[in-house]
């Protein structure tokens, strides 16, 4: 069973920066690939980026160039840097992992953090 507990969301003007962060404990090893996902009133869950065990990234077309993802495997933590932050980006962001394969929502075996909150304003 795996654990999934996000910190680092708030509230924050446009064109600023969050850090995201997830930790990660239970049975996790370098094995999972995972993810942060989001999800607005209204709207289904999407995804944001994944990184794999061997650390390649993925990044949803809405946050190319602006998000970072990066996992410390030491510490069993995933980031997610935020920059350029714009009022289409408030969502509750969800942090994700699935062993063997990237997270999905439809993927029965994908663990899923409680969630953190964050709103741009203008």
């Known amino acids: 069973q795996v654990q999934l507990q996000e910190s680092g969301g708030g509230s924050v003007q446009s064109g600023g920066s969050l850090r995201l962060s997830c930790a990660a404990s239970?049975?996790?090893?370098?094995?999972?690939?995972m993810g942060w996902f989001r999800q607005a009133p209204g709207k289904a869950r999407e995804w944001v980026a994944t990184?794999?065990?061997?650390?390649?990234?993925n990044l949803a077309d809405s946050a190319r160039g602006r998000f970072t993802i990066s996992r410390d495997n030491a510490k069993n933590t995933l980031y997610l840097q935020m920059n350029s932050l714009k009022l289409e980006d408030t969502a509750m962001y969800y942090c994700?992992?699935?062993?063997?394969?990237?997270?999905?929502?439809?993927?029965?075996?994908?663990?899923w953090g409680q969630g953190t909150q964050v709103t741009v304003s203008s």
């Open positions: 994700a992992a699935r062993r063997g394969f990237c997270p999905t929502p439809s993927a029965s075996d994908t663990y």
């Open positions: 990184i794999t065990t061997s650390g390649g990234t």
């Open positions: 239970g049975a996790t090893d370098r094995h999972y690939c």
